[in-house]
């Protein structure tokens, strides 16, 4: 199945290849930060787009703009977990910590290292809202490298 996935998106005409934030959405603002988080991941050669989501819509957002890095999606809705799962590219993981935004994004990255997926000197590119406490739609990118 992943060959026929992989030959389908080659194609020009596919499904949200060419997708863009729309300025007249009521949630311009965040589509165009994840938009531009996966042009930076790009740009940079990321190895991974680290996002948090409250509802679902960063991860599914940020899967639909097809990033070539990999998706790695953190959210304390449990049930979330498994439908985070199912967008192109993501793996979602349960985080319910709410203490600063630093040590969440600190937090995620020694997770996903755990898992081997991450390793020292790679760049990451952080997604997230700030202040942590308000749960604001995505409103931050950050690039890390992993220590």
Known sequence: ??????????????????????????????????????????????????????????????????????LYIFTKTQSLVNQLSLSWGVQAFYYNKEVSLDEIIHDQIEIIKMKNLLKTDDVVINTGSTPVHDHLPTNTIKISKVK
């Open 1 to 70: 199945m992943s060959k026929i996935i992989g030959e389908v998106e080659k194609e020009e005409i596919v499904y949200n290849k060419n997708l863009i934030p729309q300025q007249h959405s009521p949630s311009f603002l965040s589509d165009a930060l994840c938009y531009n988080a996966c042009k930076i991941a790009d740009d940079v050669n990321a190895n991974a787009i680290i996002g948090m989501t409250q509802s679902g819509y960063t991860g599914f957002m940020l899967s639909s703009f097809r990033p070539k890095s990999p």
